[in-house]
């Protein structure tokens, strides 16, 4: 980026417009230029420009130094709207910057004391008996690697935080990468090594095949939110405009949409991949965020139509319930914690999707059978509408863990 920016001059964005977007779409242009000039006579003074820029990084100082510090801050502003809408927050955000320097010295020192080799001017560990290859950690000139980085950034989080378990959430490309990096801490001596873990996943896709930013066929994050939220609002909710505030609607829509794209992420299992269609993603008849949070709606209208909260819940008499829909989500109910558990434990989050969906299906068997504001008599109406109202809060406790919110009403 800073490389195109500085050498070609790009007409830059407006105040109002979204720098961060626009750095994205500056990155393709960048890479697709280099890539087109790659065997010409361009390509060696194309390398020696990026070095430079490099060097002048991580030295702290120079034109390209002052450039990277103001374009930074336009990424940082989009990432930080990301993760706002995401719901997430950093206790401490680490920066390769912080990294660079120090985590090369790191490497001259561990070169010094003989745990690394040098190989055609590189230095790195030979890692050949684990069948991991060479890890390249400095290259011949001079330059640190993210192997490098990532040496030094464990063993900065173990020591500033005392932290327990160290985890990379990253996609399956990078196994190898992480690998590398684990052994190569392992080999130097880092005790905690044993305590960093690898959670791999398949990468997202659209129909049309997998995204890359370099090529520049990606969907932009805030582009598609925007856009599942215009097709909720038109499609499901513009008939309750004048019932509904208009502050309403629009927290429903982001709701809806920030639940879809959430789910549908989380519910696949780490080593398939998620190909991502909106109309898919969007069903209320289907495995989807907005199917849990429109059965959630359902029954949070139902308990309220049936005014829920007069029920003295220590006075229900369960034992009314018999119907085989009724045991059986009631079972289900009490089996939430242990799933909640496992899925922690085992860092599989579709343990969890596949239960609260499951729970849903439960729930709308149950409601077609024993009807509730029609049942035989008082004591069975409010003990199904208590074991309601118990399936309710399963639901938005389990979608709330996932990070997403479950509206009141759809």
Not at 186 to 213: L, R, T, W
Request: proline content about 2%.
């Amino acid at each position: 980026c800073l490389w195109y920016l500085k050498k070609f001059s790009p007409k830059l964005p407006l105040e109002h417009e979204d720098k961060g977007s626009w750095l994205g779409n500056l990155y393709s242009t960048a890479h697709l230029k280099l890539e087109s000039e790659r065997g010409t006579e361009f390509e060696e003074s194309n390398r020696q420009e990026l070095t430079k820029i490099l060097k002048e990084i991580e030295s702290g100082k120079g034109e390209y130094f002052d450039l990277w510090k103001e374009t930074r801050l336009w990424s940082l502003g989009l990432m930080k709207k990301l993760y706002k809408w995401a719901g997430v927050e950093f206790d401490r955000w680490y920066f390769e910057s912080e990294m660079d320097s120090p985590s090369v010295e790191l490497v001259k020192k561990y070169y010094e004391e003989g745990k690394l080799t040098l190989s055609e001017g590189a230095i790195g560990m030979d890692l050949k008996e684990d069948k991991l290859g060479f890890c390249l950690l400095l290259k011949s000139d001079g330059n640190g690697l993210y192997a490098t980085k990532d040496v030094l950034l464990a063993q900065e989080k173990f020591k500033e935080f005392n932290i327990k378990k160290n985890l990379y959430i990253v996609d399956v490309r990078q196994s190898l990468h992480f690998k590398q990096v684990f052994k190569v801490l392992e080999n130097v001596g880092f005790e905690q090594a044993k305590n960093c873990e690898h959670i791999d996943y398949e990468f997202v896709e659209v129909p049309d095949g997998a995204m890359s930013s370099r090529k520049g066929n990606i969907i932009p994050l805030m582009d598609l939110i925007e856009n599942m939220e215009k097709t909720i609002t038109q499609n499901y909710l513009e008939k309750y405009r004048g019932d509904w505030s208009d502050e309403e609607i629009s927290s429903t829509a982001r709701n809806i949409a920030n639940g879809a794209i959430k789910y549908g992420m989380v519910r696949m299992d780490n080593n398939r991949k998620i190909v991502f269609e909106m109309n898919e993603w969007l069903k209320l008849d289907g495995e989807s965020g907005p199917y849990l949070q429109y059965v959630y709606a359902r029954i949070n209208s139902l308990c309220n139509k049936l005014e829920f909260e007069k029920l003295d819940i220590q006075s229900i008499e369960w034992s009314t319930l018999e119907k085989v829909q009724e045991k059986r989500l009631a079972y289900q109910l009490t089996r939430f914690n242990d799933i909640v558990v496992d899925s922690c434990l085992n860092h599989k989050t579709p343990l969890l999707t596949s239960y609260l969906y499951d729970t849903c299906k439960l729930y709308n068997s149950f409601y077609a059978e024993c009807s509730v504001t029609n049942a035989q008599t008082a004591e069975l109406k409010n003990a199904r509408l208590a074991l309601s109202k118990a399936t309710a809060e399963i639901v938005k406790n389990g979608l709330n863990l996932l990070g997403v919110q479950a509206p009141n009403r759809m």
